[in-house]
């Protein structure tokens, strides 16, 4: 063989070899969910991101300008005219170009807190921190994954039931679970939870015990009302559900560190 033949395969091999080393990319600022979750200051940053998904930055965000997403077709807001938008929502048959699930990201918010919620409860127990503070963070991440749950099935009714960290499809491509269901799998195990072991004082911005059973009190009221399911049919919750919203409605009014406002702001 010619030797400038040879000469030029192996400056053609050097330089393949080269170009395949450089196109080798190790993301400096990609950091997995398992190797995230190290110190106590990883847990509280997981923790402070499942609240931000309530505020996506924009007026969209789920208790912002379009607050009423997640209370139409409950008995707070009732629609007294003949729009095919919400009418949707009353028959829990909104589809996915609707608006409110198109531009106002309400249903893509709930979900991205749920997640956020898991990917917390699943990976701070392998932290090596206090266990008080261990099991306060695990119970705020409890509580408002119940919270953003709640919203979902007064919407929607039936759902999904995610209750594992989302790695692949299979974690999330599931069939809807009945209300009763995520009602006890999921809303009232994960508040008494928090209740137990979140903080016992005055909030600042994050849930504490006392947070925890406001919304557990709500989840009973809730529950012990009439709602329409999936398939449409009108149905009453338990009557218990009454006495238990009652019961921790009192123990909040006579117990909490809270003061209710008793004169009108001026």
């Known amino acids: 063989m010619n030797t400038k033949y040879i000469i030029w395969l192996l400056f053609i091999s050097i330089i393949s070899v080269s170009c395949e080393d450089s196109l080798d990319e190790d993301p400096p600022t ?3 969910l398992s190797n995230f979750y ?12 499942v609240y931000e998904a309530f505020h996506d930055g924009t007026s969209n965000s789920i208790y912002g300008r379009f607050w009423s997403a997640v209370d139409v077709a409950t008995d707070d807001i009732v629609c007294r005219v003949n729009k095919t938008t919400y009418n949707e929502w009353f028959s829990h048959t909104i589809g996915a170009g609707n608006t409110w699930l198109e531009s106002y990201k309400q249903y893509q918010s709930l979900w991205k807190g749920v997640g956020r919620a898991n990917d917390v409860i699943k990976y701070v127990p392998q932290i090596n921190m206090d266990e008080t503070a261990k099991m306060a963070i695990i119970g705020e991440a409890r509580a408002l994954r119940a919270l953003y749950y709640m919203h979902l099935v007064k919407a929607w009714g039936d759902v999904p039931l995610i209750v594992n960290s989302v790695t692949s499809p299979e974690d999330y491509d599931l069939p809807r679970s009945s209300v009763d269901e995520v009602y006890d799998q999921i809303i009232l195990p994960d508040l008494l939870f928090a209740e137990e072991h979140c903080v ?9 015990k006392w947070t925890a059973k406001v919304i557990l009190a709500d989840a009973y009221l809730t529950r012990a009302g009439w709602r329409r399911t999936s398939q449409g049919q009108f149905v009453q919750g338990d009557p218990i559900n009454w006495a238990l919203a009652r019961d921790k409605a009192k123990e909040i009014i006579d117990s909490s560190p809270h003061s209710l406002i008793t004169e009108p702001y001026i």
């Open 30 to 32: 990609f950091i997995s």
């Open 38 to 49: 190290k110190t106590a200051s990883d847990a509280r940053t997981a923790t402070d991101a």
């Open 200 to 208: 016992d004082g005055l909030h600042t911005g994050r849930v504490t």
